[in-house]
């Protein structure tokens, strides 16, 4: 009973280390392309605001893709992407992610 226990929890924890490898490698992609510019560019009056996390979900919302859809693609609940929406809405001092979208592209020019 006790071996069966400890292999189910390694197996989680290697499960767990693949997710995180995974969510780092989108967040490196992610901010890669904020970096080298391109149509994914996020100005840097615009980076400077916001975390990493919170970058990806605009570069994710620029893709319009749902919540939901966010949510799988970062390995988070969708609870955890409405709250990076929540922040990053205040920090660009706007009230929807439309505004959110129409700040990004005024900035990029």
């Known amino acids: 009973m006790l071996g069966d226990e400890e292999a189910r929890r390694d197996l989680?924890?290697?499960e767990v280390a693949v997710?995180?490898?995974q969510h780092?490698?989108?967040a490196r992609?992610?901010?890669d392309q904020v970096r080298e510019g391109g149509p994914n560019e996020v100005p840097e009056r615009i980076a400077a605001l916001l975390s990493?996390?919170?970058l990806e979900v605009l570069l994710l919302l620029d893709r319009?893709?749902?919540t939901e859809e966010i949510a799988t693609r970062l390995f988070i609940s969708e609870h955890t992407v409405r709250s990076h929406v929540k922040s990053l809405l205040g920090k660009l001092g706007?009230?929807?992610r439309r505004e959110a979208l129409e700040q990004l592209a005024e900035a990029r020019g």
Request: aromatic share 0%; hydrophobic share 35%; net charge positive.
């Open 12 to 14: 989680l924890r290697r």
């Open 19 to 21: 997710e995180q490898q």
């Open 24 to 26: 780092l490698e989108l």
């Open 29 to 31: 992609r992610l901010l």
């Open 52 to 54: 990493p996390r919170e």
């Open 64 to 66: 319009h893709l749902s």
């Open 94 to 96: 706007v009230s929807s």
